[in-house]
């Protein structure tokens, strides 16, 4: 990330505790009890404590948890759908949780949008209507309001459904009914509460996608909340993770990926990466051709040459590895009258399990580019990996 | 020893008289008011033939429902022409307006602000109770001293009679709006007012008009027991009646407030779903 870039919103020492005895759940909590203890002692539930971080301008971060770990809590304290028990949420200068009721507002208008999980469009009121909504309460006149809300709808690729009813519409339009809203708004920071998670597999893909265009375009800064790992490894800039009301890790997802700040987050990760099958045996290609550890140097180099290869694997009669042969080789061994290519293999070329993570796997491209060899565990050899498929799966876990 | 009776019905009635010798000024003058709104709904409706009010309900069951609403309005409105029950009917539906509109702009407004005050919600909650479940008949007793003999009482009573249901499937149909489009207009910087008037008020309408269905239901029913305090109209029809023994009578008065009734009742439904 840009160090130099600058800070939207500033969230400092949050703790938010339901019930009525607030004071006490957080003493307790500053004796270093836990939300379970807590409410068995108090009957309070700490969703929040202690919370800390910063939204940079522009990123889009990713509040990531399971359910329980306060993440909606969260986001509803970031515009005060839900009163804070204590603790800073700076925004441009002004600190939202000391905010009088008429700066509230005010404050809520220029600086927030909010996309809902259930969509929460008006059903009595048109997709324009819906799209408008945001104008309409801070009074911008019709026609102009009008105007950006068609801009907004053509913007998510609903142009022509704007006299439609929200009903009429199927979930993955409605939830862009929801973002056309949202961008309609032009507020400062649009927040997006578990805006895909009600869409089926396919279509929250495409809202991924578009979402990650959209905010390349618009550099709008961006907090969203999910439950989905893959989801926030897909689109987040920066994640930070929850568990229990408590920040766990925040970082990119490189960085949550490769340095998991604990066993919570490792645990995390070890199921995804298994999901994710970003793996040596995922990028690896079938062996196009291999020579036999009695073949001649004659017969190596003719099967190089048949199928366009700079060098050839070669087997014994188990189909185990014994080394590779390149074609330089191949002809000195000609030169040289060998009869057999076994005294001319090179072991100079890197051999992998099936399992191996791919990211390890393209630190190995940078020495010589041999395709790398993939064996199993009798040392046999089932497939081949070249740099261009490790970048293309790469890629391809990108958009998925 | 004896336990005093706790003389309940005393308290009430000093409270009353107090009331009455206090305030009878002020209740003349609303029941002179009101009585005078009575008289010239009552001239216009009469005023009209009957053929042309005939058409003009049945017009309005065409334009709100449809064709088989209308035709079986004009059948019913044309019995009871040829009943002569047509002034009686006349008489009771002017009733039956006055107090739907007098009880809907009272019922409105504390729906309202019930539903959104916790507090108020609590408070009105058992007085509603109290307005209906107590015998129907009782208001009239009171409403005598404050209004005098006539349809004023009547009025009176039917309001408070009808009413509850009003206020009640107001604060339902407010408070039955998804929690998360609250949170939506929230989250777009909307006021209290805006709120009320982009979100909550058109999302309740429909379970605001079955209230209103019902408090004129209900003011039906009850403009008809009014009779016994003087009110004109079918009630007083079916009152005689039975003073006189004649089922026969009885029975065609009777059916002319069902079709009232039913002529309401289908009227005020299809203009809630035509929402």
Not at chain 1, 54 to 76: A, H, P, Q
Not at chain 1, 262 to 268: E, G, I, K, L
């Given at each position: 990330?840009?160090?130099?870039?600058?800070?939207?919103?500033?969230?400092?020492?949050?703790?938010?505790?339901?019930?009525?005895?607030?004071?006490?759940?957080?003493?307790?909590?500053?004796?270093?009890?836990?939300?379970?203890?807590?409410?068995?002692?108090?009957?309070?539930?700490?969703?929040?404590?202690?919370?800390?971080?910063?939204?940079?301008?522009?990123?889009?971060?990713?509040?990531?948890?399971?359910?329980?770990?306060?993440?909606?809590?969260?986001?509803?304290?970031?515009?005060?759908?839900?009163?804070?028990?204590?603790?800073?949420?700076?925004?441009?200068?002004?600190?939202?949780?000391?905010?009088?009721?008429?700066?509230?507002?005010?404050?809520?208008?220029?600086?927030?949008?909010?996309?809902?999980?259930?969509?929460?469009?008006?059903?009595?009121?048109?997709?324009?209507?819906?799209?408008?909504?945001?104008?309409?309460?801070?009074?911008?006149?019709?026609?102009?309001?009008?105007?950006?809300?068609?801009?907004?709808?053509?913007?998510?690729?609903?142009?022509?459904?704007?006299?439609?009813?929200?009903?009429?519409?199927?979930?993955?339009?409605?939830?862009?009914?929801?973002?056309?809203?949202?961008?309609?708004?032009?507020?400062?920071?649009?927040?997006?509460?578990?805006?895909?998670?009600?869409?089926?597999?396919?279509?929250?893909?495409?809202?991924?996608?578009?979402?990650?265009?959209?905010?390349?375009?618009?550099?709008?800064?961006?907090?969203?909340?999910?439950?989905?790992?893959?989801?926030?490894?897909?689109?987040?800039?920066?994640?930070?993770?929850?568990?229990?009301?408590?920040?766990?890790?925040?970082?990119?997802?490189?960085?949550?990926?490769?340095?998991?700040?604990?066993?919570?987050?490792?645990?995390?990760?070890?199921?995804?990466?298994?999901?994710?099958?970003?793996?040596?045996?995922?990028?690896?290609?079938?062996?196009?051709?291999?020579?036999?550890?009695?073949?001649?140097?004659?017969?190596?180099?003719?099967?190089?040459?048949?199928?366009?290869?700079?060098?050839?694997?070669?087997?014994?009669?188990?189909?185990?590895?014994?080394?590779?042969?390149?074609?330089?080789?191949?002809?000195?061994?000609?030169?040289?009258?060998?009869?057999?290519?076994?005294?001319?293999?090179?072991?100079?070329?890197?051999?992998?399990?099936?399992?191996?993570?791919?990211?390890?796997?393209?630190?190995?491209?940078?020495?010589?580019?041999?395709?790398?060899?993939?064996?199993?565990?009798?040392?046999?050899?089932?497939?081949?990996?070249?740099?261009?498929?490790?970048?293309?799966?790469?890629?391809r876990a990108g958009d998925e | 020893m004896d336990i005093m009776r706790i003389p309940l019905g005393h308290w009430i009635e000093s409270g009353l008289q107090w009331l009455t010798s206090?305030?009878?000024?002020?209740?003349?003058?609303?029941?002179?008011?009101?009585?005078?709104?009575?008289?010239?709904?009552?001239?216009?409706?009469?005023?009209?033939?009957?053929?042309?009010?005939?058409?003009?309900?049945?017009?309005?069951?065409?334009?709100?429902?449809?064709?088989?609403?209308?035709?079986?309005?004009?059948?019913?409105?044309?019995?009871?022409?040829?009943?002569?029950?047509?002034?009686?009917?006349?008489?009771?539906?002017?009733?039956?307006?006055?107090?739907?509109?007098?009880?809907?702009?009272?019922?409105?407004?504390?729906?309202?602000?019930?539903?959104?005050?916790?507090?108020?919600?609590?408070?009105?909650?058992?007085?509603?109770?109290?307005?209906?479940?107590?015998?129907?008949?009782?208001?009239?007793?009171?409403?005598?001293?404050?209004?005098?003999?006539?349809?004023?009482?009547?009025?009176?009573?039917?309001?408070?009679?009808?009413?509850?249901?009003?206020?009640?499937?107001?604060?339902?149909?407010?408070?039955?709006?998804?929690?998360?489009?609250?949170?939506?207009?929230?989250?777009?910087?909307?006021?209290?007012?805006?709120?009320?008037?982009?979100?909550?008020?058109?999302?309740?309408?429909?379970?605001?008009?079955?209230?209103?269905?019902?408090?004129?239901?209900?003011?039906?029913?009850?403009?008809?027991?009014?009779?016994m305090i003087g009110a004109e109209g079918l009630g007083s029809e079916v009152w005689r009646a039975i003073q006189r023994l004649r089922p026969g009578d009885g029975f065609e008065a009777?059916?002319?407030?069902?079709?009232?009734?039913?002529?309401?009742?289908?009227?005020?439904?299809?203009?809630?779903?035509?929402?």
């Amino acid at each position: 990330m840009n160090e130099t870039r600058s800070v939207k919103i500033k969230v400092r020492g949050l703790s938010k505790v339901f019930g009525k005895h607030p004071k006490r759940a957080l003493e307790l909590r500053d004796q270093g009890l836990k939300r379970p203890e807590i409410l068995e002692k108090t009957g309070q539930t700490l969703g929040l404590s202690n919370i800390s971080f910063d939204v940079y301008e522009g990123e889009l971060l990713v509040i990531m948890g399971l359910s329980g770990s306060g993440k909606s809590t969260l986001i509803r304290c970031l515009n005060r759908l839900i009163e804070t028990t204590e603790g800073d949420i700076v925004i441009d200068g002004e600190n939202i949780p000391s905010l009088g009721e008429k700066a509230l507002l005010a404050c809520r208008r220029r600086h927030f949008s909010m996309v809902f999980q259930n969509f929460a469009l008006f059903p009595h009121r048109t997709v324009v209507q819906n799209t408008e909504f945001g104008l309409e309460v801070r009074g911008v006149e019709k026609a102009k309001r009008r105007e950006t809300a068609l801009t907004a709808l053509k913007q998510v690729g609903l142009a022509g459904w704007e006299d439609a009813y929200p009903r009429q519409l199927s979930g993955g339009m409605q939830q862009r009914v929801g973002l056309a809203r949202a961008l309609a708004n032009d507020a400062s920071v649009l927040l997006m509460d578990e805006a895909f998670s009600a869409l089926d597999p396919l279509i929250r893909k495409d809202m991924q996608q578009e979402l990650l265009q959209l905010q390349h375009k618009m550099q709008k800064t961006t907090v969203f909340i999910t439950h989905d790992l893959d989801e926030a490894l897909n689109i987040g800039d920066r994640i930070v993770l929850l568990k229990d009301g408590e920040v766990v890790q925040i970082g990119t997802p490189e960085e949550i990926l490769t340095q998991p700040a604990n066993d919570y987050v490792r645990r995390f990760i070890e199921g995804v990466d298994k999901a994710r099958i970003l793996t040596a045996e995922s990028a690896m290609r079938p062996v196009r051709s291999t020579a036999r550890a009695s073949d001649g140097p004659r017969t190596a180099l003719h099967r190089m040459r048949d199928h366009a290869l700079d060098s050839i694997y070669v087997l014994d009669r188990d189909q185990r590895l014994l080394g590779l042969l390149e074609a330089e080789s191949a002809s000195q061994a000609i030169t040289e009258g060998a009869e057999h290519i076994t005294d001319y293999l090179t072991q100079d070329f890197r051999q992998v399990g099936p399992e191996e993570p791919l990211h390890n796997l393209f630190a190995m491209f940078s020495e010589k580019s041999f395709p790398i060899a993939v064996v199993d565990d009798q040392k046999r050899l089932v497939g081949v990996v070249v740099k261009g498929a490790v970048l293309d799966e790469l890629a391809r876990a990108g958009d998925e | 020893m004896d336990i005093m009776r706790i003389p309940l019905g005393h308290w009430i009635e000093s409270g009353l008289q107090w009331l009455t010798s206090e305030y009878s000024g002020v209740t003349r003058q609303i029941a002179s008011f009101t009585q005078a709104n009575i008289d010239h709904l009552n001239d216009a409706l009469l005023w009209l033939p009957e053929w042309a009010l005939m058409a003009l309900m049945a017009l309005a069951c065409w334009r709100l429902s449809g064709v088989r609403l209308a035709i079986g309005a004009m059948a019913g409105l044309a019995l009871i022409w040829n009943l002569g029950l047509w002034t009686p009917m006349v008489e009771t539906l002017t009733l039956v307006v006055i107090a739907t509109l007098v009880a809907v702009v009272i019922a409105l407004p504390v729906g309202i602000a019930a539903a959104l005050s916790e507090r108020l919600y609590r408070l009105v909650m058992p007085v509603l109770d109290f307005m209906q479940t107590m015998p129907a008949f009782v208001y009239l007793i009171p409403a005598i001293p404050f209004f005098g003999i006539g349809a004023v009482s009547a009025i009176f009573a039917t309001v408070i009679f009808s009413m509850p249901p009003a206020i009640r499937f107001t604060i339902l149909g407010i408070r039955q709006v998804p929690g998360d489009l609250i949170e939506a207009a929230d989250a777009y910087g909307a006021t209290r007012t805006q709120k009320l008037v982009k979100v909550q008020l058109p999302l309740s309408l429909p379970t605001v008009m079955a209230g209103i269905n019902q408090t004129i239901m209900l003011a039906l029913s009850m403009v008809v027991i009014a009779a016994m305090i003087g009110a004109e109209g079918l009630g007083s029809e079916v009152w005689r009646a039975i003073q006189r023994l004649r089922p026969g009578d009885g029975f065609e008065a009777g059916i002319a407030v069902v079709i009232l009734a039913m002529l309401l009742d289908r009227l005020t439904q299809s203009l809630r779903k035509s929402r």
